[in-house]
């Protein structure tokens, strides 16, 4: 079993930064792909970031730029940089992994952009 657990979420003003982290723990394999999603209310989940093990990364149209996300593989954990946040922005985030046919979820934690 796999348990994700994310970290650095909060309230921040606009134009601000904040950094998610999120370790996994438990059977983590070598090969895997993590990444970031996040849903605001009343809209569907999305997907923010992604990053594979050998560091190949995909980022959402509307954080390009703005948001880097990067792991450690030593720590089985992955960040999510985020600089120039909006309003916009918040949402609750999410962390995922996904090893062979298995996919494992965060608890989630909240962002929020305000000023």
């Known amino acids: 079993q796999v348990q994700l657990v994310e970290s650095g979420g909060g309230l921040v003003q606009p134009g601000g930064s904040l950094r998610l982290s999120c370790a996994a723990s438990?059977?983590?394999?070598?090969?895997?792909?993590m990444g970031w999603y996040r849903q605001a209310p009343r809209k569907e989940r999305e997907l923010v970031a992604l990053?594979?093990?050998?560091?190949?990364?995909n980022y959402a149209g509307s954080v390009k730029g703005r948001f880097t996300i990067s792991r450690d593989n030593a720590k089985n954990t992955v960040y999510l940089q985020m600089n120039s946040l909006k309003p916009e922005d918040t949402a609750v985030y999410y962390c995922?992994?996904?090893?062979?046919?298995?996919?494992?979820w965060g608890q989630g934690t909240q962002v929020t952009v305000s000023s």
């Open positions: 995922r992994l996904m090893q062979w046919t298995s996919e494992y």
């Open positions: 438990g059977s983590i394999f070598s090969i895997n792909t």
């Open positions: 990053i594979t093990n050998g560091g190949s990364t």
